[in-house]
């Protein structure tokens, strides 16, 4: 009776195991109409809400894309918001399908935790912001400087990494919460402040007068942030992958928001034919309708689209995409897509 | 006699010194060197803050307009507030199913009106209504089904959210406490030891800890695809948690009782439900009421820390709200008006409190 029992139970545990395993994300996803997108709990210009209560910003864009490809609209998409702490449990357990979250890609989070990460769609890196009239042009004339910065971050490490080797000295000056950071150097309580770039430029307009504070043109670490997928499901990856990548393609072969219909209509180039879905036979390899980058294009946009709406200089954010490591390689930056076909 | 010295006698006033305004500042604010320099430094360090906080809230504080550039760069800016009330109060609540909280707030204010009037007939009736109804009633109208469209925990956020978990645990939390507070007093040795290691489990670890439990340990334990919803996983977390700290209340309020009342409860032949609900809880729990609200304050105050666990309570939503492009750098103005709110909640639980006890008379 006992062993019927047990015998029951496995298999009721197996059903689980093995139906989880067989039906793939896509498919999933493809059912239910919507798929859960992780995103931060407020990082301005990536994700964070609009006056209206919905989620706008680079981050969430990826997360449109991916939507768009999917169903032909962004908009099937559910935004959960979770903690730096939680977000790799959250794809784990499968109550996100996409982490889209200003998360640094690394090996060891690659490798170990069991994700995968999908692409970069902001190269991020840490920097300094001094006063304009302290003199100061460049971090290496930083000796003996003390630094506000946040409390056991890996900014924290980055900058200890960054005095120790260029051997100059500092005094940290570490806070808990961003707010703090800044109205303490604000105050003139430190001599510079350091975070990653793109939170220097949103952090900067808190300022009293923040036309009074410069950037460095350093950049002490390679934070390239990017989409997060559970690992084992490559179809899935794929499309995450390819949203991303057809963004950036549209943006090298001048395809964006505003002219994709009209461009697509005339177009005789046949990397944009197949970006516009009238030949190659792109959809059917990743199991998608033919006109799924086309659908990216023209509702949400191409990359250099959703970054001048979210982060781009226009913006509070105002994060000046030329010269910066996210301009098209053709500019100077590295951003590079394979091709799409 | 008497009266003859009386009338020889003539009245004369108090000292001018020990009198009036003046007197009064003397025996309470100039007593002694030691106070004076208190009082001293007490008003520099009021000057030193009331009126710049002032001139920054009021005076100088920008209240008309609709956008960031219509503030000034001196006072505060409570068009930020003003602006975002909506994510604030409802959180990402869908705009055209606001009418159902906001009517399930007016039925909750008609109730408690209707409790708080004095010798009004049916008071019963109303209560339980609150009590049971009212909760499922809640659920529907919040979360959807029978015709309403679905609206996720995840959109529920601000003031609503907070009132909601607060409301879930300080209601559920009271039984529960009270049952633990039995179960330890228990001569049954299971039932007394259950309830002990289940109150000192859940005191001994911080709230924090239990929401990081609920949230970041719990899904890896569940089957792949299966989901609790994370809010019903906060609630649950929060709900025992108080419920262990009332139930030491509940038990303290227990072991005051004289055991008279228990002998005299027993020698009517009650039989132990009904010893305890007609004579013993009745009258102990009247006695722990200062801290059994004491409890429920500070229950309300820890929802805040659901932010930990990707919650937008109410302090939450507004960081959250602050870091609109449009919006960056108000983040004063936001926890002045969130500690404002705060405290009147908690301001009015604490004078809910003080009523009740000079109605129940307990402070003989």
């Known amino acids: 009776m006992i062993i019927r029992k047990l015998t029951i139970l496995s298999a009721i545990i197996s059903l689980f195991t093995v139906s989880a395993a067989t039906a793939g994300t896509l498919d999933t996803v493809k059912?239910?109409?919507?798929?859960?997108?992780?995103?931060?709990?407020?990082?301005?210009?990536?994700?964070?809400?609009?006056?209206?209560?919905?989620?706008?910003?680079?981050?969430?864009?990826?997360?449109?894309?991916?939507?768009?490809?999917?169903?032909?609209?962004?908009?099937?998409?559910?935004?959960?918001?979770?903690?730096?702490?939680?977000?790799?449990?959250?794809?784990?357990?499968?109550?996100?399908?996409?982490?889209?979250?200003?998360?640094?890609?690394?090996?060891?989070?690659?490798?170990?935790?069991?994700?995968?990460?999908?692409?970069?769609?902001?190269?991020?890196?840490?920097?300094?912001?001094?006063?304009?009239?302290?003199?100061?042009?460049?971090?290496?004339?930083?000796?003996?400087?003390?630094?506000?910065?946040?409390?056991?971050?890996?900014?924290?490490?980055?900058?200890?990494?960054?005095?120790?080797?260029?051997?100059?000295?500092?005094?940290?000056?570490?806070?808990?919460?961003?707010?703090?950071?800044?109205?303490?150097?604000?105050?003139?309580?430190?001599?510079?402040?350091?975070?990653?770039?793109?939170?220097?430029?949103?952090?900067?307009?808190?300022?009293?007068?923040?036309?009074?504070?410069?950037?460095?043109?350093?950049?002490?670490?390679?934070?390239?942030?990017?989409?997060?997928?559970?690992?084992?499901?490559?179809?899935?990856?794929?499309?995450?992958?390819?949203?991303?990548?057809?963004?950036?393609?549209?943006?090298?072969?001048?395809?964006?928001?505003?002219?994709?219909?009209?461009?697509?209509?005339?177009?005789?180039?046949?990397?944009?034919?197949?970006?516009?879905?009238?030949?190659?036979?792109?959809?059917?390899?990743?199991?998608?309708?033919?006109?799924?980058?086309?659908?990216?294009?023209?509702?949400v946009g191409n990359y250099g689209d959703i970054y001048e709406a979210n982060v781009g200089a226009s913006t509070p954010v105002g994060l000046a995409r030329a010269g910066s490591p996210n301009a098209s390689y053709k500019n100077g930056g590295v951003l590079y897509a394979p091709p799409a076909r | 006699m008497n009266t003859e010295i009386k009338d020889n006698i003539e009245v004369t006033k108090p000292p001018i010194a020990s009198i009036g305004i003046i007197g009064w500042l003397r025996k309470n604010l100039f007593s002694s060197l030691s106070n004076t320099i208190l009082t001293l430094l007490g008003i520099y360090l009021l000057y030193s803050i009331i009126p710049s906080f002032i001139s920054w809230a009021f005076i100088d504080a920008s209240f008309v307009g609709s956008t960031k550039q219509e503030c000034s760069k001196e006072g505060a800016c409570w068009i930020f507030i003003k602006e975002n009330l909506k994510l604030i109060f409802y959180g990402l609540y869908p705009s055209e199913e606001l009418w159902r909280i906001n009517s399930m707030y007016f039925v909750l204010l008609v109730c408690g009106i209707y409790i708080l009037i004095p010798n009004l007939k049916y008071k019963g009736l109303v209560g339980s209504f609150l009590l049971i109804l009212f909760p499922i009633l809640s659920v529907v109208m919040f979360s959807g089904g029978f015709g309403l469209e679905t609206v996720e925990t995840r959109l529920w956020g601000g003031l609503f959210l907070t009132l909601v978990i607060a409301g879930v645990g300080i209601v559920l939390s009271l039984p529960i406490g009270v049952m633990l507070a039995l179960g330890r007093r228990s001569k049954l040795p299971v039932v007394s030891l259950l309830s002990t290691i289940f109150i000192e489990i859940w005191r001994g670890v911080p709230l924090i800890t239990v929401l990081f439990m609920a949230s970041n340990m719990f899904p890896l334990f569940m089957p792949e695809g299966v989901n609790f919803d994370k809010l019903i996983r906060a609630l649950i977390g929060v709900m025992f948690f108080s419920a262990a700290y009332l139930a030491e209340v509940v038990r303290g309020g227990l072991q005051a009782m004289p055991k008279g009342q228990y002998e005299a409860a027993q020698s009517m032949g009650l039989s132990y439900w009904r010893m305890m609900a007609l004579v013993i809880l009745p009258q102990s729990l009247k006695m722990v009421i200062p801290a059994i609200i004491g409890s429920f304050i500070a229950i309300f105050k820890d929802t805040t820390l659901v932010l930990v666990i990707g919650l937008f309570d109410f302090l939450g939503i507004i960081q959250f709200v602050g870091t609109n492009p449009d919006?960056?750098?108000?983040?004063?103005?936001?926890?002045?008006?969130?500690?404002?709110?705060?405290?009147?909640?908690?301001?009015?639980?604490?004078?809910?409190?003080?009523?009740l006890e000079k109605k129940l008379d307990t402070g003989r």
């Open chain 1, 31 to 299: 059912g239910q109409g919507f798929f859960n997108c992780g995103v931060s709990q407020g990082v301005p210009g990536f994700s964070n809400p609009d006056s209206d209560g919905n989620w706008s910003g680079i981050d969430v864009d990826v997360c449109r894309a991916v939507s768009a490809a999917i169903f032909g609209t962004p908009d099937n998409v559910k935004y959960v918001p979770l903690t730096a702490k939680e977000r790799f449990t959250a794809l784990q357990s499968g109550e996100i399908d996409v982490l889209s979250r200003n998360t640094t890609w690394t090996l060891s989070r690659d490798a170990q935790i069991g994700l995968e990460f999908a692409g970069v769609n902001f190269y991020d890196g840490q920097g300094f912001m001094v006063r304009s009239d302290s003199g100061i042009t460049s971090a290496m004339e930083l000796d003996g400087a003390s630094v506000c910065t946040n409390l056991g971050t890996t900014t924290e490490l980055n900058m200890a990494d960054f005095f120790r080797a260029n051997g100059m000295s500092y005094e940290p000056v570490v806070f808990e919460k961003a707010d703090e950071v800044v109205n303490a150097y604000d105050e003139g309580r430190c001599d510079t402040y350091t975070t990653d770039k793109s939170g220097l430029a949103a952090q900067r307009t808190k300022l009293a007068d923040p036309d009074a504070h410069v950037v460095l043109p350093e950049t002490i670490s390679k934070e390239p942030l990017g989409p997060v997928v559970r690992e084992g499901d490559g179809d899935w990856a794929d499309i995450v992958r390819w949203s991303l990548n057809a963004m950036i393609e549209a943006e090298e072969f001048g395809l964006d928001k505003g002219s994709a219909s009209s461009t697509c209509a005339t177009t005789g180039n046949p990397v944009v034919a197949r970006l516009c879905g009238k030949e190659g036979g792109n959809g059917a390899a990743l199991n998608l309708g033919d006109s799924w980058s086309f659908d990216i294009i023209s509702q």
């Open chain 2, 327 to 355: 919006w960056l750098g108000f983040s004063h103005e936001g926890y002045v008006f969130a500690a404002v709110i705060f405290w009147i909640f908690c301001f009015g639980m604490s004078r809910y409190s003080q009523n």
